[in-house]
């Protein structure tokens, strides 16, 4: 039984990587899909596809509808979403694809560190499980094969 | 034909008395319903009622789980939400309720200011409607009786 | 029991005064909703609530999402949806109003002239009821309540 | 990950082979499924398999109810959504193809010309995403695989 | 609370006279809805609302489609559905409603002879209670309300 | 894309190897499922798995529990339900399982006699294609891979 | 805006009153609806309304169809379900029911003694809230309407 | 067709194992799934992964929602669910995972010894089939293929 995974959160560093990386090395089936992590590429692939908008607020819708699309399939595909929360960053689309996720009766995964403990407090209570790094993420998903 | 709001957002300030005070000038049929407003009260609420826990990351998921049942009781007897953001705090409350809305097919309305059109570009493009007061919001609800 | 009704379909006369006086005439306890259907109205209201917009596509786009936010609190309440087609105009959001309303398990009754049924011919099979003039409409709705 | 791709609009020339052609020479890992694209033979499908009809209306309605479920077959397996709109002819298969897949929340692309803005503003903010040439849907599709 | 409830059955004696005498004699908080009563009513209603149809099918059809919006609408309306079933006619409308309703997951009460444990054991399975008599399905009503 | 059949309806001749046979020969990629076809192992199920029951009633509730699992486990895994209706017998469970899938939104097709019309109208009127034989259900099958 | 609470547990006791007069007490909007709590009722039902049954077996099957529909009419009216756990009996009504609301997306509230942490763990992590006595579970649903 | 089928039940014995060699034996196309079997394992995850806990409800909550996380994930991929009840233990996780399957409208199985027949009338009441005996929870699973 392969499973597919969401991996929700910011786009700043290769978390996402390191992921997959450790999921290999312990032999999951597992197959990770992500929103876009290129920033430049998600910010401007409004206009990139659909041409020049005419001023900041259009550019910006332009742009968040195809990374929309890109995330309804990809969740909809997937069996699991799992949520990293950093320190850095309004990370509202993070907030949003979780909640996204527990609305659909995906099981839920939140990464948060300590310090986010209480912004975050009433996501994390809804969410299926709250870790707080990779580590314990993957040791979950690597749970649901023992 | 009477509908019932949920004003999700910030508690630092009274912009829910506003927008009540607003639809009744306007004599617009309108119940309104929110999350507990009393920041203190809403923080504490857990070890108020469940008594004192070991700790901040209990405490918190105590009283996150009352304020959830809050949330979700009120939010399914909704017609329509409310998400206001404003430019302090996190906010993932606000985007969560939003988010939730959304994918539970809840008309929902975003308001936010002009400073947070790039970081909420693509919850914004997920809502309904996005406004950027809450006087624009109140036009919104009214027109729905015209 | 008193019902509620979607009148969906073109807002270029008073078709939906003839069904209320109508429905009075024969004493069901109907109550009626609708879209916008003051025409400039409907095209402005994007710019009367959110102001001015860079373009055709952009005042479109913004109207749109307030007309479509009044449609789906509106049809959400709606126990019977009835979308009248008409000889002129495109009348797409006919088209859309119906197989949102079929798609959502609302019954759906479509008024059509003669003349329509061949491109209406998959719309109309997917319907609950269609007929061709309003008095029929009325005619199933008051068998409703015999 | 394949993904498969439901072709709505107009069956008048041949936009889906080139939608088809171009996706091959990207690379994507897509299936295309479409309705009928032969006119004739999705105009009398219906007295082809059940016989002669009584007249126009009656001839419609039996071939509708076998395009209509063709086409909720193959929409059911799909998991995307593109509706093209042309200048030509109602279309009103069109608009409900793309607001079924809407309401069933599946992630769904308009491509439209700019003369249809005005009459498809509403659908077109429903849409997941809108785009005004059939290269600018293949560059979504293409984006969900970067 | 008053609970709504659909008598889903045959309409060739008074059953359901009966159940609401019963019903008020007991004074149970009961609204009770159905189909069509009369026979030739629900047989014409088709070519009674739409003029003549080209033979047999095309009136059923006609009538079918005027019948099951009433159906539709009723059936959704209600919490409760019993579904009666005799020892004459095919009877495959009850067997439709009782089936659509438990799909539904509308609690359900089918009240059927003993000649007919055999042919019904099935659907009488899937329902929630089966009975015998209506003073039985009174009684199961009743039992809500102690 | 390989599609999966249930085939409901009697179980007293041989009418599912003619439908598996004539897709075979057609090149149909289908796979046909089906309710058990040996009418006494049907019968006779409950008291084979769980042993004597004090009656018929009870020995045809526990042959049913049965019955109705294998079709809940089948009917969910397939994409369209063909269910045929014959002249002899009560046939609830065809309508039973006709109506089932309907209410899933499974695409159905009823085969029925033309004796059957008016008994069928309402059933027939809910379904999405009605044909009177094999052969056209068959063709309708076909009319997918087109 | 009144709300409806299903309180599902134990029967051996009166503590559906003590819940009721507490919140009339507080002056909460609330309605409360259970199962049967007269025990030898419950365990009667079935043959009081159907007759004498061949054995221990039939007997419980025949009451539990008549409690079962009691209570899936009263839970699909409810907002919020209660569920109290005691330390006697079995309790896999409340178990059920519990797990029922949950799946349904209905808000709900386990109470548990403090010796029941172990058993109840997984029930509980899935709950809205737990909490140990009815005042706290009144207090949860007093904090709704502050 | 292969299907997947969720072991719900208690962990104190290899009833698991048998159910596999038995369903190989049988040559049937299953794949089993289960929670996690080790007991001290399901008990420890919690703190195993997620650090030491203050105290005997914090450390089970911990464990419970990892163990909710695993069956949430494997009961989402599964076809059909069999929960069996055996003597000792509260085993309010089986009653649990039954009545959520149940709700999910996923086919479900009980196995329970006839002790058992008093406390868990309603849940066998709602389930599909009830057995006494692993084996013949095989032969219902194996008539599925016949």
Redesign the interface.
Same mark, same amino acid.
């Given at each position: 039984?392969e499973?597919?995974v969401y991996l929700a959160g910011q786009i700043h560093d290769d978390w996402r990587e390191k992921v997959t990386q450790k999921a290999n090395e312990k032999g999951l089936p597992l197959?990770f899909?992500a929103p876009?992590t290129?920033h430049d590429?998600s910010d401007d692939?409004g206009e990139?596809?659909?041409g020049e908008q005419?001023?900041?607020?259009?550019r910006?819708?332009a742009? @968040?509808?195809?990374?929309?699309?890109?995330?309804?399939?990809?969740m =909809?595909?997937s #069996?699991?979403v799992i949520a990293l929360f950093g320190e850095k960053?309004?990370?509202?689309?993070t907030?949003?694809?979780?909640?996204?996720a527990?609305?659909?009766?995906k099981?839920t995964?939140i990464v948060r560190p300590e310090e986010?403990?209480?912004?975050?407090?009433?996501? @994390?209570?809804?969410a299926?499980?709250?870790?707080?790094t990779i580590d =314990?993420a993957l #040791?979950?998903l690597s749970?649901?094969f023992?």
């Open positions: 039984m499973l597919t197959q899909v876009q290129n590429r692939i990139a596809i659909l005419p001023g900041k607020l259009y910006d819708d742009a @968040s509808s195809i990374n929309n699309l890109r995330t309804q399939v990809l =909809q595909k #069996d699991i960053y309004k990370q509202w689309n907030a949003m694809d979780a909640s996204t527990i609305t659909m009766n099981p995964i986010l403990i209480h912004p975050l407090k009433e996501l @994390s209570n809804k299926t499980v709250t870790v707080e =314990q #040791d979950v749970y649901i023992e």
